[in-house]
């Protein structure tokens, strides 16, 4: 084959990163990239999500395997930054929903995209199903689940939670000689959204006492309770750890920020549980101490399993690509890399936890509290 030929052949591929950052974005990156050289494609990688492809913010770079290092495989954030508000953003602007489609459309046609990688939590998959609404001839995509909340369904596992998970149980740990040395209760409250996934599984994998999740009930003297049973029984400290999204009675801690012609832009911000709660406590005489995670839980040094999927994704998604598949969402199931429809996802995008988790199992046998539901 010509050179000359071999490069009229060549795929033209984009990849982006939409939403809030996680630890494996870079990893998806380098996987994607490094494939893409290898048979040959053109990979573009646009910057600060949809930012990139907007007419008065357009930023897109060809990436190629001798620019990248491997030491995207253990970075967190994105090589590409990402993008939380250019929905939101122009909407303020005065444009409509569909203007905006309209240019994400227009971008990716400037391109001459055969295909784009999106990579994108449960918020950036329900605009990518706008978008293949609006235009469901133009795109070809092959979305990729990454969110530290671990809420997206179809997949075991999104991008970033394991990450996050680490950063948490290893931040209990660090807690942990606080509370035992002064005796006291230590109350960390993690993020997650609505969904209980990093603080199950963070607390269950650093031995916390209570765990306190949005999707089982809990009863402020249970907690108390087990507080108790912690001093009474001579360990004399206790940890509690609490999903941002737990609600308790008379907390007012949601901030909602509306935004733009459509409800579904709203931002809702959380705040204040684990103070709450350890307000509370020290309130029926327990000295307590609320610690706040925060960000931290969106960055670190990129677990194996994170760095493993991300990269396999990253793969799996030019494969796919090169394949003619469009419109679909990997997963990792069972160790396996599976496809499901965009359209199949949107059916029930959020995932929550239930009963049958093998984290609630584990919790139950143990006696940690979980709440109401789930107690023994
Ligand atoms: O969805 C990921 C997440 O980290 C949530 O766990 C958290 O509630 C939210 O994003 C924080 O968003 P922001 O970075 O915009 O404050």
Excluded: W
């Excluded at 007419?55 to 395997?65: G, M, R």
């Excluded at 996050?164 to 960390?188: F, L, P, Y």
């Excluded at 609600?247 to 709203?266: F, R, T, W």
């Amino acid at each position: 084959m010509s050179r000359e030929y071999k490069f009229l052949m060549k795929k033209r591929l984009g990849i982006v990163t939409v939403g809030g950052d996680c630890s494996g974005l870079n990893s998806i990156i380098r996987g994607a990239v490094v494939r893409a050289d290898m048979i040959g494609c053109e990979l573009f990688g646009i910057y600060r999500g949809f930012f990139g492809l907007f007419p008065e913010s357009f930023n897109c770079v060809s990436l190629t395997a001798k620019d990248i290092g491997e030491e995207l495989l253990t970075s967190s954030g994105s090589i590409l930054c990402s993008d939380t508000k250019s929905f939101t953003t122009n909407l303020e602007h005065g444009r409509s929903q569909k203007e905006i489609l309209q240019l994400v459309c227009d971008g990716y046609k400037k391109l001459s995209l055969d295909g784009l990688i999106y990579i994108g939590g449960d918020g950036s998959l329900t605009i990518l199903k706008e978008l293949l609404d609006y235009a469901p001839d133009l795109m070809n995509v092959v979305a990729i689940p990454k969110t530290i909340d671990n809420d997206v369904n179809g997949t075991d596992f999104s991008v970033g939670f394991s990450t996050a998970v680490e950063v948490v149980a290893d931040a209990i740990s660090k807690v942990r000689s606080t509370a035992k040395s002064h005796q006291r209760t230590i109350i960390v409250e993690v993020m997650g959204r609505d969904a209980g996934f990093i603080a199950l599984y963070a607390g269950v994998a650093s031995g916390a006492d209570i765990i306190l999740v949005p999707e089982f009930e809990f009863e402020m003297s249970r907690v108390v309770s087990r507080v108790k049973e912690n001093y009474d029984s001579g360990k004399k400290y206790c940890i509690i750890i609490v999903a941002e999204a737990v609600e308790a009675v008379n907390l007012k801690h949601q901030d909602s920020i509306p935004c733009g012609e459509s409800s579904k832009y709203h931002l809702i911000k959380y705040k204040g549980i684990g103070q709450y709660i350890a307000d509370y406590l020290k309130n029926v005489g327990f000295e307590s101490r609320a610690v706040i995670l925060g960000h931290i839980q969106r960055g670190g040094t990129t677990v194996i399993l994170d760095r493993i999927i991300g990269t396999s994704f990253g793969v799996e998604a030019v494969n796919s690509l090169i394949a003619g598949e469009r419109s679909i969402m990997l997963c990792y199931r069972g160790k396996q890399i599976e496809k499901i429809s965009i359209s199949e996802l949107m059916r029930g995008i959020n995932k929550r936890l239930d009963e049958s988790d093998i984290c609630v199992k584990i919790a139950h046998n143990l006696g940690v509290y979980i709440g109401e539901s789930c107690s023994l």
